[in-house]
């Protein structure tokens, strides 16, 4: 009971800003900016759990839990829990970029070309490292391990740049 566990924290940011020129009465330019953080992490452990020779040689269950024995009476126990740890690590970072907008008014009718760009940045990267098999019990940390460590590495990228001439008439 209480032998697994996982803890995990998620923290974001983001933010973003609009700045305009009136160059003149018929044009403005425009650039909008937004951008977000988010970091994750998470650590997962099982504690480590050695059956003595008894529970592995010679125990008993009686009627009527016997039938889950082994033979004859006898319910040995299952394989030692080695313990574990796993610590994983995620960044993502987004970048969203809109330049460009023109606008002339002709009577009645207002004209506006978006003339510019949409520039979209997307990282992420994740990492994880881990150890099957714990040396001291209740020592969650990846050093304190027999054997090799586990793990791996991600990322993923997308990018985009998009030339926008769009025309509006309202």
């Known amino acids: 009971m209480d032998n697994n566990r996982t803890k995990y924290k998620d923290a974001n940011i983001q933010g973003n800003v609009e700045l305009g020129y009136k160059v003149a009465d018929w044009l403005t330019l425009s650039n909008r900016i937004g951008v977000m953080n988010n970091s994750r992490t998470q ?27 082994d033979y004859d009476g006898i319910d040995r126990a299952g394989t030692d829990i080695l313990g574990a740890v796993t610590d994983r690590s995620t960044t993502e970072n987004v970048i969203n970029d809109d330049l460009g907008t023109i606008k002339k ?14 520039l979209y940045m997307r990282n992420v990267k994740f990492l994880q490292v881990g150890s099957n098999s714990v040396v001291v019990p209740d020592v969650y940390n990846v ?13 993923h990228k997308r990018e985009s740049l998009d030339i926008m001439p769009t025309f509006y008439e309202f």
């Open 143 to 155: 050093s304190n391990r027999q054997g090799e460590l586990t793990g791996f590495e991600e990322i």
């Open 105 to 118: 008014s002709v009577g009645k009718f207002d004209n506006r070309l978006v003339l510019g760009y949409n």
């Open 43 to 69: 650590k997962s452990w099982t504690g480590k759990f050695i059956h003595s020779d008894w529970a592995k040689n010679s125990a008993y269950v009686p009627a009527p839990w016997d039938y889950a024995n």
